[in-house]
């Protein structure tokens, strides 16, 4: 930009600094954003894996077995919700045929992730978008 001398000016420092200082507030944003999805997605997955048409959990051993973890490694946010229960794959998929023992199963599907992740993700996207354009929402 000229200046009204005919020299050079430029607000470059003020637009650095709003840019730091913007970039500071991302991250934690972005992790609370992240942290509240996570969850909202694990609570999601628990009540469609409450009985039909999700899986019938008559112990409740199931749903508790679900889990959300945030981390935040080199300014990158990452949720996981997850399980270890072997069973997880054939609820939500079904499973036809034997097992490592010899079993023979003909399970039909009960879908309770997909749906939950196909409810969460525009929620979740919406609240990024949010994030990226100034503020959490």
């Known amino acids: 930009m000229i200046g009204a001398g005919g020299g050079v000016s430029s607000n470059a420092a003020q637009i650095a600094a709003r840019f730091d ?8 944003e972005a992790v609370a954003v992240v942290r509240h999805y996570a969850m909202l997605l694990e609570t999601r997955v628990k009540a469609q894996a409450s009985g039909r048409p999700g899986p019938n959990a008559p112990t409740g051993d199931y749903r508790r077995s679900w889990t ?11 949720g996981v919700v997850g399980m270890s229960r072997p069973q997880a794959r054939w609820l939500e998929y079904g499973f036809v045929g034997p097992d490592s023992l010899g079993r023979v199963y ?6 309770h992730v997909g749906p939950a992740v196909e409810a969460v993700r525009p929620l979740f996207v919406a609240a990024l978008g949010g994030v990226a354009e100034g503020g959490a929402r």
């Open 68 to 78: 959300h973890e945030v981390s935040v490694a080199g300014g990158v946010v990452s």
């Open 106 to 111: 003909h399970q039909s599907p009960y879908p």
């Open 21 to 28: 200082g913007r970039s500071a507030m991302v991250l934690p």
